[in-house]
């Protein structure tokens, strides 16, 4: 794990309001995953800046335990033209912590990294968490996921 400040970035792709604590998202978020791919949503997302997939946890009503959007998309240039049916979202700059994590994504390895996070002191500043699919997570049998925590200083 490691600290570091990023900086604001704009992301367009689909969204789903869910929550953990009725486990919802347990179903909600595969959903969304299945939707992403199955409507080709890659090819109608404008000005993609990165091959990279994101998957973002924001407005929280509170903590994880609280209704909250996830969106997953790609970085793009700007939040100009933002398609029908697709969302844009600038994710806030500020300090973030990353942890990767290593193993079979169809075993769970990121929903088990955030079991942890869920159990951790980490403090948290809920303003928006995601996770990077990038070419280090092309086989899901042996992928590293970067996930980025918005926490307070």
């Given at each position: 794990m490691k600290n570091q400040i990023i900086h604001s970035f704009p992301v367009i792709g689909?969204?789903?309001?869910?929550?953990?604590?009725?486990?919802?998202?347990?179903?909600?978020?595969?959903?969304?995953?299945?939707?992403?791919?199955?409507?080709?949503?890659?090819?109608?997302?404008?000005?993609?800046?990165?091959?990279?997939?994101?998957?973002?946890?924001?407005?929280?009503?509170?903590?994880?335990?609280?209704?909250?959007?996830?969106?997953?998309?790609?970085?793009?240039?700007?939040?100009?033209?933002?398609?029908?049916?697709?969302?844009?979202?600038?994710?806030e700059g500020g300090s973030y912590q990353q942890r990767s994590v290593k193993g079979n994504l169809l075993k769970g390895v990121v929903f088990d990294a955030w079991v942890d996070i869920w159990n951790s002191d980490i403090p948290r500043a809920y303003t928006s968490d995601f996770e990077v699919y990038g070419e280090k997570a092309q086989n899901p049998e042996d992928a590293v996921v970067d996930i980025y925590l918005s926490v307070k200083l």
């Open positions: 689909i969204t789903v309001r869910t929550s953990n604590a009725d486990g919802s998202a347990a179903k909600d978020i595969p959903e969304l995953w299945d939707r992403f791919w199955s409507a080709n949503i890659a090819a109608q997302i404008p000005g993609v800046i990165s091959n990279d997939v994101y998957s973002i946890y924001t407005a929280y009503d509170g903590d994880y335990t609280q209704p909250y959007t996830t969106l997953i998309g790609y970085r793009v240039e700007n939040l100009d033209h933002i398609p029908e049916g697709l969302s844009g979202l600038l994710i």
